[in-house]
């Protein structure tokens, strides 16, 4: 049974602490994606990468950072945490050129406070 | 800017009654709609998709309608079960070297025994 999995279901953290998002898959996918999701605004992309040391801004990059150092594992890196960024996160893959093969991992419910 | 709406962000129906969830997007070169059906602590599941060249696609109880021209898609369910219980994305695919879909803001559907 294919898989992405987070690291985290829930997360609590302090205002200003830098805070680690991880996700890895094992279907051998290419690109990957984070998001969060927020009531009345839905599911928003925060970066994506394409491969493996690639990455692209998605549409809400401000405050965030990511790595992709191996190709399995994608990381969304909080460099200085503040409340707004508390929010449900969902973190995606898929193959290169594929549109329904998206699969998402469960969520991490991140709080800062 | 939101380039995927769903303006309702939340719907009740009784079982056995049909559920329509609406959605309108704003960028005619979107190639494929799809909807997510995501259910509370897991991720979105893909449920049904349509091409950008057909008006309608068909998948079980779920059909999914086109209209290019008014730049609005519906998702309709018939019967509704308990079990559809769900929030509801709809989502627009950007085809090409992007790759990647952007979502729209949700509807909560409830279908109450």
């Known amino acids: 049974d294919v898989k992405v999995t987070q690291s985290s279901r829930y997360l609590v953290k302090r205002t200003g602490e830098k805070v680690f998002l991880e996700c890895v898959q094992d279907m051998d996918h290419e690109n990957m994606f984070w998001y969060r999701q927020d009531p009345g605004l839905g599911l928003r992309l925060i970066y994506f990468?394409?491969?493996?040391?690639?990455?692209e801004k998605g549409d809400i990059p401000e405050g965030y950072s990511v790595s992709r150092e191996k190709k399995e594992r994608f990381s969304l890196i909080l460099e200085s945490a503040s409340t707004n960024q508390t929010s449900m996160y969902l973190c995606?893959?898929?193959?290169?050129?594929?549109?329904?093969?998206?699969?998402f991992g469960s969520g991490t419910r991140l709080t800062v406070v | 800017d939101q380039q995927v709406k769903q303006n309702s962000p939340s719907l009740s129906v009784q079982e056995g009654r049909i559920s329509i969830l609406n959605c309108d997007y704003t960028?005619?070169?979107?190639?494929?709609f799809l909807w997510y059906k995501k259910y509370p602590a897991e991720g979105p599941t893909f449920l049904i998709s349509i091409s950008s060249i057909k008006d309608k696609n068909e998948d079980g109880r779920f059909t999914v309608f086109l209209n290019k021209s008014a730049k609005h898609l519906s998702l309709h369910i018939v019967p509704s079960q308990p079990g559809d219980s769900a929030v509801y994305f709809c989502?627009?695919?950007?085809?090409?070297?992007?790759?990647?879909?952007?979502f729209g803001t949700g509807t909560l559907l409830a279908v109450q025994p």
């Open positions: 990468s394409y491969d493996v040391k690639m990455k």
């Open positions: 989502a627009a695919y950007y085809g090409g070297a992007t790759n990647k879909l952007i």
């Open positions: 995606a893959s898929k193959r290169q050129g594929d549109i329904y093969g998206y699969t």
């Open positions: 960028n005619s070169m979107f190639d494929y």
